[in-house]
């Protein structure tokens, strides 16, 4: 069974041009969450789309949005891109059946911000 | 507000036993996740409690009082390649996870 994965692996932007970020989950997994992991950080929670409806999102500014298409696959968009959103970005999914604590992850798109 | 607190560090010998504690102050509580995360890679689930007391996989144990806010990992019989990031999270609700910054385990020889 394929796992969640992601593309690109890196990504590297100047301030203030967008990124879109693409996550493909494990299939038969409906949920897909977004987190950011900055360095020395946790992971800090963004988005979580199930059946193509944004379900819920972190305390991130507008200008981090995304979508969920038909397929259950995920992108994420980083707009007018800051020099502080240069981080690991993760995408993990789960079962529709779950609650959502036990999340399958990605290896993770690393963005820099130049 | 929202906190979790581990510590940031650990260190322990190969064969060992090493606990990694983690208290939290949430406004939600389902219950409480620990991931691992190697250098380089992505988390991966470990264990869940939802409720007081132990739950046992193999060399992993993970221990929960909802009295106390704290929970710990327990690892037993370390080995090398348990030299990772520890997180624990707090299921805050349905499909919501809120994580810590992590511990960093490092086994030595």
């Known amino acids: 069974e394929a796992g969640v994965t992601q593309s690109p692996t890196h990504l590297i932007k100047t301030r203030g041009q967008q990124a879109t970020l693409r996550c493909s989950p494990i299939s038969g997994h409906t949920s897909v969450y977004w987190y950011q992991q900055a360095l020395g950080l946790g992971l800090q929670f963004l988005l979580w789309y199930d059946e193509g409806e944004e379900r819920n999102r972190g305390n991130f500014p507008p200008r981090f949005s995304g979508r969920q298409f038909p397929n259950y696959s995920s992108e994420l968009n980083v707009n007018a891109l800051e020099l502080e959103d240069s981080a690991l970005y993760l995408c993990?999914?789960?079962?529709?059946?779950?609650?959502?604590?036990?999340?399958?992850f990605g290896p993770g798109t690393r963005l820099t911000v130049t | 507000g929202q906190s979790l607190e581990q510590p940031s560090e650990v260190t322990a010998v190969e064969g060992a036993i090493v606990q990694i504690n983690c208290t939290y102050q949430t406004s939600g509580f389902y219950g409480l996740s620990w991931y691992q995360q190697h250098d380089g890679g992505a988390p991966t689930f470990l264990s869940y409690n939802a409720l007081d007391g132990l739950e046992e996989t193999g060399r992993f144990s993970s221990f929960l009082s909802r009295s106390d806010s704290y929970g710990y990992l327990l690892l037993q019989e370390l080995q090398m390649k348990d030299s990772a990031s520890y997180f624990c999270?707090?299921?805050?609700?349905?499909?919501?996870?809120?994580f810590g910054t992590g511990t960093r385990l490092t086994v030595i020889p």
């Open positions: 993990a999914s789960s079962l529709p059946t779950a609650e959502g604590y036990e999340q399958y």
């Open positions: 999270a707090v299921q805050t609700g349905a499909n919501n996870l809120f």
